[in-house]
Every structure is written in structure tokens, then in C-alpha cells.
């Protein structure tokens, strides 16, 4: 196996459950994400936090083409979250922020 194989497939098990990746929900679909959650000083609004933010790394094949608003799903949490930009084009995917509203609807 050369260079190019061994890089692609280290990636592909940073994807996987037992490694850095998790199962997600990407627009309904099923498809495993590298997440990573906080929280964003620049949305805190004294005592009530505005939004909470992360980042998420899923792969070209799984999402070609992420769009704003997109609605992400995390395991074992029902509460949607949005993509809302996408940080950076990488070799084999996209690292794109999330983010969900702490707002309280009447």
C-alpha cells in the first residue's frame, strides 16, 4: 500500500465510532462525523446563552454539497442542530460549523 492508501485510510478510520467519529444524522441521512461542541462568547448574553456552537467534520462522499440551514441531528440528542457556514474544504471533506438556538419560543 502507498503514501496516498495509508493517508486515506487513516482518515477513513478517524470517521469511524470506536475512533473520533460518532453516528450523526446529516439531512436524514445516517452517516458517521468527527463533532465538536462549545460554547460561543460572541452569542452570550449576560446569564442566558443566545447559541451553542461546534464544528463538524464529515466527508465529500457522505455530504458533496452542504448547504446553510442544514439540519443535524447528534446522538442522543433530540434537539436539532444547523449547519450555518462551512469552515474549510478538506482533502477528503468539509469542516463546517453547527449551531442551535437557546432562545425560548412563546
Avoid at 458517521?32 to 462522499?61: C, F, I, M, Q, Y
Wanted: proline share 7%; net charge positive; no cysteine.
Amino acid at each position: 500500500m502507498g503514501l496516498r492508501e495509508n493517508m486515506r485510510a487513516a482518515l477513513d478510520r478517524m470517521y469511524q465510532p470506536d475512533q473520533l467519529g460518532e453516528e450523526i444524522r446529516y439531512n436524514a441521512a445516517a452517516i458517521d462525523a468527527v463533532v465538536k461542541l462549545g460554547e460561543n462568547p460572541a452569542v452570550d448574553s449576560g446569564r442566558h446563552k443566545l447559541a451553542e456552537v461546534g464544528t463538524l467534520r464529515v466527508r465529500a462522499s457522505d455530504v458533496p454539497a452542504p448547504a446553510y440551514r442544514d439540519v443535524v441531528l447528534l446522538a442522543d440528542d433530540p434537539e436539532p442542530w444547523h449547519m450555518t457556514r462551512i469552515l474549510r474544504r478538506t482533502s477528503d471533506g468539509w469542516l463546517l460549523r453547527i449551531e442551535r438556538s437557546r432562545r425560548r419560543t412563546p
